[in-house]
């Protein structure tokens, strides 16, 4: 099953105490997370933080409404990024999270899962940061908050293609590139187009097993339309928290399903959701072995989306790859469960024992 589970502190009253003690508590620690919040934010884009939210304005004014701590300090630091797409001309205001500073270790690049946004990242991103890593949280094209005005197709190789041309105007380097569900499948097809841009993988609780989108890529447009509008609706996204998390509070499944589906309410998303299904999504399973990477497959104990049988398959198809377990975490331990998470992917990227 596709998942779809996926924002920093404003001038306004911050969260109660209480409110903050129980985020930290499920997001695994409060250290250093909120420190980052205070002051305007500006973007390449021209687009400067609201002066009474602290948001950049290209976010949908409902980000507002978002409780979560974490997700509120990630949002305000999202700016976007102009990547070339084709032409000298033609530029994609693309959104991500850039880290505040270099590190001698390559650089971390945290992709998403499907229909999601690198707000997904928002527990996790703080303690990669205090870990010393160089971390970029970057928006899949057709999916998170970039702008997509001019509706640009969003197939596979357009997504491929467009984090290329991401990596080659700002990162640069050979990056550690982390893929959790589908994002895994994002990061292998890429690392087999573009081996000199990745130096090692992170899958967490992979899909890539999936054969594309299968039947959905036939669909009669209006049918296609009527199925994503479904997609985005609050009912499927809270049932979709419920199958990916590993218990949480009804008050925090509601916010979490605020944050998930916060940039469905941009108005190219139903556009380029249905550009990425008609094209027949991520099929991935016959590159697997041509993956030259070194990968470390991170499986989460109690995941009742993706099994551990399709796992460990992964862990045994990759040249070289080492597997690790998450206990008591649901499909997304970089949410659920972010520290032991950050600690393998800290281990992993500077060469440690994980």
């Not at 950049?56 to 300090?73: G, H």
């Not at 293609?161 to 292998?188: C, D, E, N, T």
């Not at 470390?296 to 597997?323: F, G, N, T, W």
Request: proline content about 7%.
């Amino acid at each position: 099953m596709m998942s779809l589970v996926w924002g920093s502190s404003s001038p306004t009253p911050p969260p109660p105490e209480a409110a903050v003690s129980t985020m930290a508590k499920k997001c695994g620690g409060s250290r250093g997370l909120l420190s980052s919040s205070k002051g305007v934010v500006s973007n390449s884009s021209g687009a400067v933080a609201s002066s009474t939210t602290g948001f950049p304005s290209f976010l949908p004014k409902e980000v507002e409404k978002i409780k979560d701590p974490y997700a509120r300090t990630l949002a305000q630091r999202m700016e976007r990024l102009p990547v070339q797409i084709g032409s000298s001309e033609s530029f994609i205001m693309s959104s991500c999270v850039k880290p505040q500073k270099q590190s001698e270790i390559n650089p971390v690049v945290l992709l998403h899962c499907f229909d999601s946004s690198c707000l997904e990242w928002r527990c996790a991103y703080p303690l990669l940061e205090e870990a010393g890593l160089e971390a970029w949280a970057v928006d899949v094209l057709g999916w998170g908050f970039s702008d997509l005005e001019r509706r640009p197709p969003c197939s596979a190789a357009s997504k491929r293609h467009h984090l290329y041309q991401f990596w080659k105007s700002y990162i640069r380097r050979p990056m550690i590139l982390v893929g959790p569900s589908l994002g895994a499948s994002v990061a292998i097809d890429f690392a087999v187009h573009y081996p000199v841009a990745v130096e090692k993988l992170v899958l967490i609780n992979a899909s890539v097993y999936a054969e594309g989108t299968g039947d959905l890529a036939k669909l009669p447009k209006f049918l296609a339309y009527a199925g994503v509008s479904l997609l985005k609706s609050i009912p499927l996204r809270l049932y979709a928290n419920l199958l990916a998390f590993n218990g949480i509070s009804l008050s925090t499944t509601f916010d979490w399903t605020n944050v998930g589906r916060l940039h469905c309410l941009l108005p190219w998303w139903k556009d380029a959701t249905v550009s990425f299904m008609s094209s027949g999504g991520y099929n991935v399973i016959s590159q697997i072995k041509q993956v030259k990477q070194k990968a470390l497959v991170i499986c989460s104990e109690q995941d009742h989306i993706i099994s551990y049988k399709q796992i460990l398959r992964l862990r045994c198809e990759l040249p070289y790859a080492i597997m690790r377990l998450i206990p008591d975490s649901g499909h997304l331990p970089h949410v659920e469960n972010p520290s032991p998470v950050a600690k393998l992917i800290a281990g992993f990227a500077r060469n440690d024992h994980c």
